[in-house]
């Protein structure tokens, strides 16, 4: 029988040792990029070695305003961060999200992105019809609400839903399917669960609440959303991405690229 995981970690390898053997950095006219190349939709490699999904377009685009080539360099998603000061790659473009943790070992370009959150109802609820989060803070009062724990979503549901009966979950799974059930009347989760959810016939009689919250509404919480990563004191990288990122938002490359992957607006405005 054939393993497969053997196999994707073989192909993992030669991506690396191909990347390796170039040699290239940003000054021989390529830009290496660190990616995970197995998170689908932001980032995905083919047996061939071409890179998918929005992270891909996302580097591609900065490639293109810095007139640089991409080369890609697929590796875990756990390992980029470590591998930064091995000059394995220039920079990080892997839905990287911005913490004052990784703060400590690597810089990063403004936020460019960041998942949006929803609350999803049933069809027919009285809530289904809010447009605004005070409104939603008083409508939950005595409701139940759910929301996966551990997660920045849980902490912010725990800091503005008072009042609420509030119910965390061990997964996604268990979250959609208490909604599904009616044990909870509103759940509260990211874009791409909603967008999976819906599209089930157990999410059929379900929708979205039209507010959309992002990182920025509380970064103290939500977090800072997606940053490009980069070896620590590279300054003239850095004002380099900043530039061409702050170019491709004010253009509306972001959006659509984060519409066509994700159909949905993920773009933070660049405040440059």
């Known amino acids: 029988m054939i393993n497969i995981n053997v196999i994707k970690s073989a192909f993992a390898t030669s991506l690396l ?9 940003a000054k021989d006219g390529v830009l290496r990029i660190g990616t995970e190349g197995d998170a689908p939709k932001f980032s995905m490699a083919d047996p061939s070695g071409t890179v998918t999904g929005f992270d891909a377009d996302i580097a591609n685009g900065i490639c293109a305003e810095l007139k640089l080539k ?9 390992s980029l961060v470590p591998s930064m000061d091995s000059d394995r790659f220039d920079v990080i473009i892997s839905g990287l999200g911005i913490t004052a943790e990784r703060q400590k070992k690597i810089d990063y370009s403004i936020p460019y992105a960041t998942t949006p959150l929803y609350f999803a ?19 939950v009062q005595g409701k139940g609400v759910g929301v996966v724990t551990g997660t920045t979503y849980a902490r912010f549901m725990e800091k503005r839903m008072h009042g609420a009966d509030l119910k ?27 967008m999976d959810f819906l599209a089930t016939p157990d999410g059929a009689n ?21 940053g490009v990563g980069m070896r620590k004191g590279n300054t003239e990288l850095k004002t ?7 170019k491709m938002i004010n253009e509306g490359k972001v959006k659509e690229a984060s519409m066509h992957w994700f159909q949905d607006d993920y773009t933070i405005p660049c405040k440059k």
């Open 206 to 226: 379900f929708t979205k609440i039209d507010l959309k919250i992002m990182a920025m509404d509380d970064p103290d919480v939500l977090g800072h959303g997606m």
């Open 240 to 246: 380099k991405v900043d530039a061409a990122l702050c």
């Open 70 to 78: 991409c080369e890609f360099v697929v590796q875990t998603f756990s």
């Open 17 to 25: 040792v191909c990347a390796f053997a170039t040699g290239a950095s």
């Open 121 to 139: 109802v049933a069809k027919d609820s009285p809530l289904a019809g809010l447009k605004s989060l005070a409104e939603i803070e008083k409508a």
């Open 168 to 194: 965390t979950y061990d997964a996604t799974t268990q979250l959609t399917a208490d909604l599904a059930s009616g044990r909870i009347d509103v759940a509260f989760a990211d874009s791409p669960t909603w």
